[in-house]
């Protein structure tokens, strides 16, 4: 790579560099793959953009240096903040009022999964810091993930929304306690989490104040401004990336700030509203910056035997508990057993949130960070692909797509494929 790097720099003088150039065509790779994938065996192209991003970090590419940092750390923050403002504005207040088993359910499904994987971790003998720190992580699923699944599959219906909002939920969860874990973390084992109450509190206030000047900001520029106008898209996505750069700086968290952002836009702004074109589009190309990124980095991971072993029970104790938390709080939740089923294998995802809470135990603490990543990238890597084939087969399996799987899987009839 040095001696390329040098051979470049006699041939020409780009404006951008080389890694420009890398990323340019190993964005245009992901894409390629991502169509071909989703045309030809009807899984979702986030699989393909996984698969190209993971080659590309198993060969040494050099445009995402794991810990992240600088640029690479800010486009990640920058993506998660846009999806999950997106999924916060899914999500409105009032409907818990009406239907308050579903955030028992949310609950009870997050709190089984630390629990459950804390102990399946102490059972592998990792230490008690290190077991608690990835049972956080855990909690944690992909709405990301989700959303992509959700749209190339076409899909609508309770098990879709009620993962999407149980998914959302688990990240605000994970996003407050490992935030506030990690400010923590200097302290070792002695903080705990009983003692990380008063971090937890400042993480969530500054994030809560970010988020409520994000949402009046959008707010007062949506009662001037057409939702449909490039011009909105342009400034929601400025705002966001402020908003995202201004919430760690004052002790908060940039993506739980724009997730409470868009919880708190809905509720000032109840009506239905929808992303705007533009902003789709420009938010997709971020989307699959984001997935590529999560991918790159967590295949620069040290793979062995013993890191394996314990990367599999991980995995197993979480679906496990994501399965049977969700079981558990469907009692009067209005969803039946089997559908039940289904939402607990769709949350089964883990990407680029989980990435940056471990990315953030990493810039707390070196020595126990690097053993918290040696754990969680290989499974951050094995459920964005996993986690994504389970959510599909969930999605189908609940009857909630409008594209059939035989057709997807033996391609068009006649006449070309279109993308959705």
């Not at 993971?54 to 810990?67: E, R, V």
């Not at 920058?78 to 239907?99: K, Q, Y």
């Not at 607990?344 to 990493?362: F, I, R, T």
Request: with cysteine; aromatic share 6%; proline share 5%.
């Amino acid at each position: 790579m040095n001696d390329i790097m040098s051979i470049w720099a006699e041939w020409i003088k780009p404006s951008a560099g080389l890694p420009t150039v890398q990323w340019s065509i190993l964005l245009a790779l992901a894409a390629a793959a991502g169509h071909l994938v989703n045309r030809y065996s009807g899984l979702p192209k986030v699989i393909g953009y996984s698969v190209v991003g993971a080659f590309a970090g198993l060969a040494g590419f050099t445009g995402a240096i794991w810990p992240l940092q600088g640029i690479g750390l800010f486009l990640l923050e920058l993506g998660v903040a846009v999806v999950l403002f997106e999924a916060g504005g899914r999500i409105p207040l009032r409907w818990f009022r009406h239907n308050p088993m579903v955030l028992v359910q949310s609950l009870v499904e997050s709190t089984l999964t630390f629990l459950l994987v804390y102990w399946a971790l102490g059972l592998m003998g990792v230490q008690s810091l290190v077991a608690e720190s990835l049972a956080l992580v855990a909690m944690a699923a992909s709405p990301a993930v989700l959303s992509r699944v959700a749209i190339d599959t076409r899909a609508a219906g309770p098990v879709t929304e009620r993962a999407m909002v149980l998914s959302t939920l688990s990240s605000l969860y994970a996003l407050t306690l490992c935030s506030a874990r990690a400010g923590m973390m200097p302290q070792g084992e002695a903080g705990g989490l009983v003692n990380s109450l008063f971090p937890v509190l400042v993480v969530l206030g500054m994030s809560v104040v970010v988020a409520a000047v994000l949402a009046l900001t959008l707010r007062t520029a949506l009662r001037v401004m057409s939702p449909t106008s490039e011009n909105t898209a342009i400034l929601l996505l400025a705002v966001i990336a402020a908003g995202a750069a201004l919430a760690a700086n004052f002790g908060g968290s940039a993506a739980l700030a724009a997730l409470l952002g868009g919880m708190l836009l809905k509720q000032l702004n109840p009506r239905p509203w929808s992303w705007p074109r533009q902003m789709g589009t420009a938010s997709s190309m971020l989307t699959m910056l984001m997935f590529v990124l999560v991918s790159v980095v967590a295949a620069q991971a040290d793979w062995s035997a013993p890191v394996a072993g314990v990367v599999a029970v991980l995995v197993l104790a979480r679906m496990l508990a994501k399965i049977t938390g969700v079981a558990i709080g469907n009692v009067g939740s209005g969803s039946s057993w089997k559908q039940a089923l289904w939402v607990g294998c769709a949350m089964s995802p883990m990407s680029s949130v989980a990435l940056l809470l471990v990315s953030q135990y990493v810039a707390a603490s070196g020595p126990i960070g690097r053993e918290i990543a040696g754990v969680a990238l290989p499974a951050i890597l094995l459920m964005e692909v996993l986690g994504a084939i389970l959510a599909t087969v969930a999605i189908y399996r609940a009857g909630e797509s409008s594209k059939p799987w035989e057709r997807l899987t033996r391609g068009p009839a006649t006449g070309p494929v279109h993308e959705s």
